[in-house]
């Protein structure tokens, strides 16, 4: 059984930075895609950047590109958001996801191709 466990949510001002970490445990083989969702009140869940574990291949939301940084550490058990520069329209809950699959999943991200999912963490940048 595949979990995932957020951490590293926060209060920051405009401008400002905040790494969000996913504690990844249960899944087995390289053929697996992880990454992070947000949901703002009254909007959609949007996919922000996944990975695909296999290659390494990213996909990042144009919102974020150049901002923010999705990366795993070596033994592959713990997923990361580097999130810089930060503004009010981040103001979100993170969701860590996951899901067996690679091109797809990592083109395309939906959350309702995602199976397995975090809490969520909660993120809220003043301006």
């Known amino acids: 059984q595949v979990q995932l466990v957020e951490s590293g949510g926060g209060s920051v001002q405009a401008g400002g930075s905040l790494r ?25 869940r949007e996919g922000v ?9 990213t996909y990042y939301a144009d919102s974020v590109k150049g901002r923010f940084t999705i990366s795993q550490d ?6 990361y958001l580097q999130m810089n520069s930060l503004k009010p329209e981040d103001t979100a809950m993170y969701y860590c996801a996951a899901e ?28």
């Open 100 to 127: 067996y699959g690679g091109s797809r999943l990592v083109r395309s991200p939906r959350a309702r191709d995602f199976g397995y999912w975090g809490q969520g963490t909660q993120v809220t940048v003043s301006s």
């Open 20 to 44: 969000l970490s996913c504690a990844a445990s249960g899944y087995t083989g390289s053929r697996f895609s992880m990454g992070w969702f947000r949901q703002a009140p009254g909007k959609e």
């Open 74 to 79: 070596n033994a592959k058990t713990t997923l």
């Open 49 to 57: 950047a996944i990975i695909y574990i296999g290659d390494g291949t």
